[in-house]
Every structure is written in C-alpha cells, then in structure tokens.
C-alpha cells in the first residue's frame, strides 16, 4: 500500500509540474504576443467587417494582447469622411492612412481603391515590421493578404488570415471574370502560396472550410472555422412601443420586416421584392437600411412597380444600431445561391441579439438552414421563393406569440455560441497556435544549422 501511494504521489506531482509549466508556457505567450492587425475597414466606416474588427481587438485587449491596428481613412460609408491619424482604443493603437474613392460604387473603382491601401500597408509593414511578432490580415481588400506573405518571405514575420469572402471565386460566380482567365489562374496560385506559408487561416463558416480546402488540400489542419458574432450586452430587446426609432419613422403600428446592412451583389434582394408585391395590400412595412450595388436596383424596381410597402434609410451610425435592429417584427438575412459557402452574412448574428425571428434566403444546402433550426428562431427559404417568405410572414404577423418565443430562442442560442468574450477567445487560441508554431519552426531551424 505505501508503495502504491508512494507511485501515486509520484505521478501526482508529475502531472501537476507539467500542469504548471504547460500554463505558465501559455502566460508567457500570451504577454510575448504583440499583434498587428491589417485591415481597410475600422470605425467610424460603418463596414460589417470593421466594426467585428473593432470588437476583436478591444477584448483581445482585456485578455492582455498588445495590439496595433493598421487601417485606412473612412471610405466604405460613412458620416464624417475623416477620424484621427493616430487613435487610442484602450490600450490598442490605431493608425490611419489616407484613403482613395476613385469611382467607389464600381467594381474597377474598389479594386483600384483596395490596391492602393494594399501599396499603403506594405510600406506601413516596411517601416514597422519588427514592433510586432504576428500579423492578422483580412481579405478587405480581397488581396490584402499577399503583403503577410510577403512580410513571412523577407521578414520571417508569421501571419494569419481572415477571409471573409473567398476571392477570386466570388469574381467568378457572379461572372465579373472567368475562371480560365490569365488573372484567375494567377490569383488561385497566389492565394496556395499564401496559405501554404500562413501559419492559421480562419473562415466563417462550414461550408467556406470545405471551399478552402477543396482549392488547397495542404491546409485542412490550419483552417478553423470561428463564426462572426454580436453583442448580446449591447443589441437588447427594446419593445416597439418603447423605441424612438420606431416612433420616428412609424413603424410601431405596422407589422414591419427589416432588412439592415449591405445590399451587396452577393445578397438576394429579388426574393425579397416577389415576397412584397404578395403583401402589397396588406398592413407589412418593409424596411431596408444601408447601401450597397443593388439599393440602387431595388429602388427603380419598387418604384416601376408602385410599391407604397418600402421605406429606405441609409446606414446608421454605431449608436443607433441597437435601436434600429429592434424596431422591427422580423429580421431578414439574404446569401444569393451562386455565392453559397463564398460569404457569409454577419448580419445573421445581430439578427440574433435583436430578439427578434428571423428569416433567411439561401439555398438548400446552405449551413445557415442548420444554425436556424437548431435556434429554432425563425425560417429558411429557398431562393426565388417569395410567395413562401410571404406565407411566413403573414404567419408571424397573426400569431405575435409564436415570433416572440422564435425571438428569445435566437437570442439565447447566440448567448450560448457567438458572443464578443466566446469568439475572442477562438481568436486567441489560433494567434497563440501561430505563435507556438513559429517558434517551433524557429528553433527546428537553429538546430538544423
């Protein structure tokens, strides 16, 4: 027996020195980890993207991170067209570099926007390279990426990506380019190379991991899937009668549908058209807030048709989100079906604190069918389905029970995945991985000379 207890105790403390130096390792990196996050979209720019960004990096903040921000002028949509050079969030530094709008509702006009901020933070990089240990990049602009891989190549400065949207295959399904195209063939070898060397690639959703995958085999272990998230703290239910934005624009009385964020080429704005001309005549307020390459389109088509059912508004400053989300009766979310598993809406998420059901367009097999009825907080159509959307939406509008309890469903379901303190969390264990990783490689390397 005192021999056993002798072995047991033994392997106790084994296991809690490992225990130990395994966390204290941990610490360590954490502190050492000095990030520097590329991105062209930040607040004040009212871009999705940024204001994730924005989040991201103020709770890596509280987790100790030292992070510094390299962004650009506002230049997406905008208030105020100028923020400061040099800005502090906390601990977080922010610089700002000047900004182009060079036809900026057109594709060639935001591609040639995109490649001067690209230009921009690579001298940024040149000049600054060695104040951090690990990059974040985002595909905003679509290649941006290409400066960390350049950065690891001359540098040996590791990096990880964000993609948000898989370039050059959304170009191609909605046609801009083709697929056998000289600049197609470039960009899908280009982007191998940036992954092949990216020491963590993070994706939003599924079905974005299996397309990562399918173009570059190699990677599958160094993609994670971290979906995008909302604040539950700060997009609260706020009923209608209680909501100023509500009463300014009317929309307490009227059973109202809201559609808020990008009307981009890659949503499906028609369904929604079909489904209010079912409702014409009916008491459904439609509301669509923010801009995008298709607000204009819709627009004409609303006014050919002589629907009184729309109200447009622009995008709304930060302030106002948590009240402009929840001045509604449902929230719609759109992913047009050739750009399936290429974007995901982040709207979804906000959606989701909002309280309110949801309704989304999408193909068959899209993942967001899954999220929404394992939330069991409203439903999923097919694309080009109005009269079902409008089906649905009549259902809700006399059954004001059954949208409650599919509200308060979506919102505890996002409390329990996709909360600011859950995702930065995610976040961290892949930029700690990354760090890990290169100074295994590191000293691999040291050991071999």
């Known amino acids: 027996m005192r021999l056993n207890e002798w072995i047991n105790q033994k392997l106790f403390l084994s296991i809690s020195t490992q225990l130990e130096a395994r966390d204290q390792h941990s610490f360590k990196t954490q502190k050492s980890l000095k990030l520097s996050v590329i991105t062209q979209f930040f607040p004040p720019d009212y871009a999705a993207t940024g204001q994730l960004i924005e989040e991201l990096v103020r709770h890596l903040d509280q987790q100790g991170i030292d992070v510094e921000v390299f962004t650009s002028q506002p230049g997406y949509a905008f208030k105020s067209a100028n923020a400061p050079s040099v800005e502090r969030l906390g601990r977080v530094r922010i610089q700002r570099s000047r900004t182009a709008q060079l036809w900026p509702g057109r594709i060639r006009g935001k591609a040639i926007n995109g490649v001067l901020y690209t230009l921009r933070a690579a001298l940024y990089l040149i000049r600054n390279w060695r104040r951090s240990n690990l990059l974040l990049l985002t595909t905003a602009p679509p290649f941006l990426p290409v400066i960390g891989y350049l950065a690891y190549i001359f540098f040996r400065l590791p990096y ?112 929604i058209l079909e489904a209010a001309q079912y409702l014409q005549d009916e008491p459904v307020q ?78 068959q097999d899209s993942f967001l069918r899954e999220m929404i009825a394992e939330a069991n907080c409203g439903g999923t159509f097919d694309n080009g389905d109005g009269q079902s959307l409008a089906q649905f939406i009549r259902l809700l ?53």
Not at 184 to 203: D, E, M, P, S
């Open 160 to 271: 990880v990506c964000i993609l948000y949207d898989l370039y050059p295959d959304i170009a191609i399904a909605l046609g801009v380019i083709s697929k056998h195209n000289w600049m197609t063939r470039f960009w899908q070898k280009l982007n191998k190379q940036i992954w092949l060397n990216a020491k963590g690639i993070i994706v939003l959703s599924p079905g974005m991991k299996q397309q990562v995958v399918a173009n570059c085999p190699q990677i599958a272990d160094k993609v994670s899937v971290i979906h995008s998230w909302a604040d539950p703290e700060w997009i609260m239910p706020i009923a209608k009668h209680k909501n100023w934005f509500a009463w300014k624009y009317n929309l307490v009385k009227k059973f109202t549908v809201l559609y808020s964020g990008n009307m981009g080429r890659c949503h499906d704005i028609g369904t």
């Open 286 to 363: 439609f509301v669509c807030i923010g801009g995008g390459a298709k607000r204009s389109e819709l627009i004409e088509q609303v006014k050919l048709l002589g629907l009184s059912n729309f109200l447009f508004l622009p995008y709304q400053d930060q302030q106002v989100l948590p009240y402009s989300l929840t001045a509604c009766d449902l929230s719609l979310v759109s992913v047009d079906a050739s750009t399936e598993s290429l974007v995901v809406p982040s709207k979804l998420y906000s959606a989701l604190a909002s309280g309110r059901p949801i309704a989304v367009i999408c193909s």
């Open 397 to 449: 509008r006399n059954d004001r029970q059954l949208g409650d309890r599919m509200g308060r469903a979506g919102r505890q379901y996002l409390r329990s995945h996709f909360t600011p303190k859950i995702i930065s969390k995610q976040y961290l264990d892949v930029l700690q991985k990354a760090i890990l990783t290169e100074g295994t490689v590191t000293m691999s390397e040291s050991h071999t000379k």
